[in-house]
C-alpha cells in the first residue's frame, strides 16, 4: 500500500515566490508597502498546507469509507491502548471540536459499529467510548495509511531537515498555543490608544 503513496515531483530548486504564498507576498508588498507581511512566508504556508494535507489524507483514507475526522477519533481511541475507551469529553478536547460536534460524529461511528458509547463504570451517569473489535481493525489499517501519506508528504526533506523542521514547528505551535486572543488587540484598545495618540499631539 505505501507504493501506491507517493509525494508529487517538485523543481530541484524552488524560488520562494514559486508558490501561491511567495506570489500572494508580491502583491501584498506592491499594493500595502507600508505593512510588514513577513509573517505570511510561514503562517500563510502553514494555512495552505493544511488543505494539501487534508485532501492526501482523505484521499489515503477513502478506500476504507472514512474521512479525516472520522479517522481521528477511531486513530485516537486506539492509540490510547487496551480497553481502547475515553471519555467524550476527553476526545472533545483531544480533538479540538465542539460539544454538538463531537455527539453527532460519535452517533455517526456508532451506526456504523466502529464504536459503542456506554455508561463509565465508576459513575453510571457519565459515558465512555470504546472502539468495537470491527473498529479496532479498521483503525489499525487507516493508521497505517495515514503514516504513509505523511511520510510522503516529507519526504522531500532529509532526516536532519525533518527533525529541525519539526523542532521549529513545536516551538511555534508551544509557543502560541493559547496567545492568539492576547495577540490580538481588542477594537476598543486600537480606539482608546489612537485617541490617547491624538490627544498628545
Known sequence: MEDDIKAPDAPAALDPAFDIVGRGMSQWRKERPDIDCSGKAIVGRILR?????LRAVNTALDPLGLRYQSYAVLATL??????????????????????????????RLERK????????????RGVIVELTDE????????????????????????????????????????????????????PSTETAKRTLKGAEA
Open 78 to 107: 486506539r492509540a490510547s491502548g487496551a480497553p481502547y475507551r475515553m471519555s467524550p469529553t476527553r476526545l472533545q478536547e483531544t480533538l479540538l471540536l465542539t460539544s454538538g460536534g463531537t455527539s453527532n460524529l460519535l452517533a
Open 49 to 53: 498546507l493544511q488543505d494539501v494535507i
Open 113 to 124: 459499529g466502529w464504536i459503542r458509547r456506554r455508561s463509565g463504570e465508576s459513575d453510571r
Open 135 to 186: 473498529g479496532v481493525a479498521l483503525a489499525d489499517q487507516a493508521m497505517e495509511r495515514h503514516a504513509a501519506v505523511e511520510r510522503a508528504l516529507v519526504e522531500m526533506f532529509s532526516p536532519g531537515q525533518q527533525n529541525e523542521f519539526a523542532g521549529l514547528l513545536s516551538r511555534m505551535l508551544v509557543l502560541n498555543t493559547g496567545q492568539a486572543a492576547l495577540m490580538t488587540p481588542h
